[in-house]
């Protein structure tokens, strides 16, 4: 997760979106003096993920706010409960009250999802779900970090982070051979090499070139127990991943099928944002 100064940046910037020309309804109406209390309720069963960015955009805002965390990061809770506390300035709680929400519902949203597609998985499997790099712009680390909260677990960070041939890579490459050939003789002696196929004629190219991870692309789950069996009889073998057209319905016999990852765009790019509200009390 982002800490110090890249997330006061992203703060920063999301402040500049909301608060350019300041609060004009928070500072007409309300007196600088009234103090509150904020209490983060869940409106839905959720996955609570987010409460050191929830303390941070209060606390950029107003150093004076104070936080309190009632549920640790990763807890399912029921709808009503109190996940995180702030108390302060009723104009700071006011003023932040939407770019804290904004990055919580989104993070607890994400978190949520990932325990589902995780708790899918048959008892006993050891296939790991991971996200992908389908994430929003400028909160990468922040889904990511939600993702692993979920239960599931992260893909490659960036592009320097892996090597991953995808489509257009073999296209520009000149094949699949050329390609995996090219990333071992220049990629570190520490990067793993995964490919994407699109059928069982480019796993076996795949195989035959030494891929150390190869991932089947919207592949149909009759072709996944192909894939599999041809991919266990081979010694060492490569880590077979499964993407593309991923739901949650599918996670069961996919996992079943024999893959090891199961990569879900979905967890990023179409979690929806978890139910969070901020309700605020006087204090007298």
Known sequence: ????????????????????????????????????????????????????????????????????????????????????????????????????????????????????????????????????????????ALERYAVRVGGAHNHRDSLGSAVLIKDNHIVAAGGIATAIARARQRAPHTSRIEVEVASLVELDEAVGAGADVIMLDNFSIEDVREASARVRRLTPRPILEVSGGITLERIPELAAAGVDVISVGALTHSAPAADIALDLELLR
Request: glycine content about 8%; charged content about 25%; proline content about 6%.
């Open 1 to 140: 997760m982002l800490i110090g100064p890249l997330l006061d940046a992203l703060i920063d910037r999301a402040f500049e979106e909301d608060l350019a020309g300041g609060d004009l309804t928070t500072e007409s109406i309300v007196d600088a003096s009234v103090q509150a209390t904020g209490n983060a309720v869940a409106r839905k069963p959720l996955v609570v993920c987010g409460g050191p960015v929830f303390r941070r955009v209060f606390e950029r805002l107003d150093p004076e706010v104070r936080f309190e965390s009632l549920i640790a990061d990763g807890q399912s809770i029921p709808v009503g409960a109190v996940a995180w506390r702030v108390r302060g300035s009723a104009r700071s709680l006011l003023m932040a009250e939407r770019t804290a929400l904004n990055l919580v519902q989104r993070m607890s949203g994400t978190a949520t999802a990932a325990r589902r597609y995780v708790a899918a998985l048959p008892p006993g499997s050891t296939t790991r779900i991971a996200d992908t790099r389908k994430t929003t712009p400028g909160l990468r």
